[in-house]
Every structure is written in C-alpha cells, then in structure tokens.
C-alpha cells in the first residue's frame, strides 16, 4: 500500500503499542482512551491486512508482521522526534552546505575573508558560489537554493535586504606607461569609448555609471556591453577601450591585469552593495548565522 493513503498518527499508536506491549499503558502515553487505541489498532489492522497484535494473559504480543514493522517506526519516529526537538543553533557543529550568490566583482575581493570568516565560525559546513548570471538563469531567490546573495539589491515578493556599503568605481584603461595614474581634460574624457557592465538585464536595474555621466553633462560612448566587471577589465586590458570598476576588485586585481586609474573630471558614483534573501529562510537561525558571518567579513574586508 502507498504511505500517502496512510493515516500517519495510527503509525504512532502502533508504535506506543508495541513499545508498552498493552493497549491500557499505550492509551495512558498518548493521552487518550484505550477505545481510540483500539479503533486505530482496527483501522490499521484493515489497512495492511494483518492482525498485528494478539492477547495473551493481561498483555499482548506482536504478530511476524508488527515484529517486522517495529524496528523502523522506531527509528523513523525517533528521527523525526529528534528533528522536531532540536536545540539552538550550534553554528559549530552546524553541517549545513550553503549557496551563495556573488558578484563576480565581489567574488575576488570579498570570498577569501567570507571562506576564512566560515572555517572559523562553521567549521563543519560547506559553501557552494554562484555568480549572479547563475542566479538570474536559476529564476529568483524564491525558487531557487541560494540563502544569500550579495550584490546590487533584489526586489520582489518576499525579499528581504540589508544595505553593506557603497562600493566606489573607478575608471580604467590599458597601462601603456609607468604611471598608476593617468590624468585626462573634460574633452579628452568625452572622447574616450567605453565598455558597460550590463548588470540583471531585463530586471529593471539603473546603471549608476550612465546616470552618474548623464548628471555630469558628458555623453558616454559605449562601444561594447559585457555581463561581468571582469569581462569588461579583460577586454580593456587588451584595446584602447575603458570601463569602470568597483574600487576593491581594482586594487586586488588591476596590476596583475596591466590596468591604471584614470583621473580628471570623471563623475563621481557608487554601487550600493547589500544582502539580499528570501523570505523563506529568513527566520532560520542556521541562514541568520550565515548572514551575519558574511556580513561581519565584508564589511571587515571593506574597514566598516
């Protein structure tokens, strides 16, 4: 027979039955009358075919089949009595694997503080990452398996969001001198051609950077759009084009890719940077602890 056409509570009065070998103790340990121990005994007894306990003397004895039953609701019961009577939240022995969506400009600047961060507080669990395309292909924090992302904020029924920081940008091109530095003229910068960082097409996302050079009065030409802040640095390490980056993957990875700073008349602007959740692990004290533990990093990494 299917468990799903199975009334589970006469599971557990099979179970007490077994357990206290009398129908008189079992109905005292589940708080009701030995007749309703006797009408579940029934409609069991109806169900699996089987008459599952017999008399003898003042108390009763299990039929092969209830022998062979016992053992695993025993086990299955104590299980779930377990899971149900769980104790606080021991973020040392918690064993939990945790998704975490991250930026990709955040995923070299903030990820070793995060994994560090973990391995002292949780050493027993383990992170999954993502980038952010993953979790747009994913669908959104409610249908998917990420606990946190870390990003520019989500929006939607049941999100949940906690601003970290702003993260400053710069703008950058080729190295073709010594210079960390290069400085340019309000003219110069109008006539440089960019690569745009599209962040969460089609999810109503305003570009700081376009709006930071709309306030200023300069028209930014885009030559080429790309999904990543290390697609776009890519790129620029190898043409005359330019971009802007957040400040931290710069100053973590900017040398290594033969980047410099360009400074003048750029508009000043920033990315504001939060947690963002859904409501469906919200109060779970395992995903508050994971929370924290990265929110403490970043904002340590960053000098909050």
């Known amino acids: 027979m299917s468990l799903s056409s199975l009334d589970l509570n006469l599971l557990l009065v099979l179970d007490t039955v077994l357990r206290e070998r009398s129908v008189a103790k079992a109905a005292q340990r589940l708080h009701v009358t030995p007749s309703a121990v006797s009408n579940s005994l029934a409609k069991l007894r109806a169900a699996l075919g089987d008459p599952l306990v017999t008399r003898r003397g003042r108390g009763i004895v299990p039929t092969p089949r209830a022998a062979e039953l016992a053992p695993a609701l025993k086990r299955a019961l104590t299980e779930l009595d377990n899971a149900l009577a769980q104790g606080p939240f021991d973020a040392a022995s918690c064993s939990r694997t945790f998704t975490l969506a991250l930026a990709d400009a955040l995923q070299i600047a903030w990820l070793p503080g995060i994994a560090s961060a973990l391995s002292k507080k949780m050493p027993q669990a383990r992170l999954r990452v993502i980038g952010i395309d993953s979790l747009l292909s994913l669908g959104d924090l409610a249908s998917s398996?990420?606990?946190?992302?870390?990003?520019?904020?989500?929006?939607?029924?049941?999100?949940?969001?906690?601003?970290?920081?702003?993260?400053?940008?710069?703008?950058?091109?080729?190295?073709?001198?010594?210079?960390?530095?290069?400085?340019?003229?309000?003219?110069?910068?109008?006539?440089?051609?960019?690569?745009?960082?599209?962040?969460?097409?089609?999810?109503?996302?305003?570009?700081?950077?376009?709006?930071?050079?709309?306030?200023?009065?300069?028209?930014?030409?885009?030559?080429?759009?790309?999904?990543?802040?290390?697609?776009?640095?890519?790129?620029?390490?190898?043409?005359?084009?330019v971009t802007t980056l957040p400040r931290s993957l710069f100053v973590v990875q900017g040398a290594r890719w033969g980047l410099c700073a360009v400074k003048g008349p750029v508009p000043d602007h920033t990315i504001a940077i939060a947690l963002c959740w859904h409501e469906r692990t919200h109060a779970d004290p395992a995903s508050v602890a994971f929370r924290g533990l990265v929110a403490a990093a970043i904002r340590a990494g960053a000098g909050l």
């Open 145 to 241: 398996d990420v606990d946190l992302h870390v990003g520019v904020r989500a929006s939607g029924p049941g999100i949940h969001a906690e601003a970290l920081y702003d993260e400053p940008t710069l703008l950058v091109m080729r190295r073709n001198r010594r210079e960390a530095t290069v400085k340019m003229s309000r003219q110069q910068l109008a006539e440089l051609r960019h690569v745009a960082v599209e962040l969460a097409p089609g999810r109503g996302f305003r570009d700081p950077v376009a709006a930071a050079y709309t306030r200023a009065g300069i028209e930014r030409q885009v030559a080429m759009t790309v999904p990543s802040f290390g697609a776009a640095a890519a790129v620029v390490a190898t043409t005359p084009l």
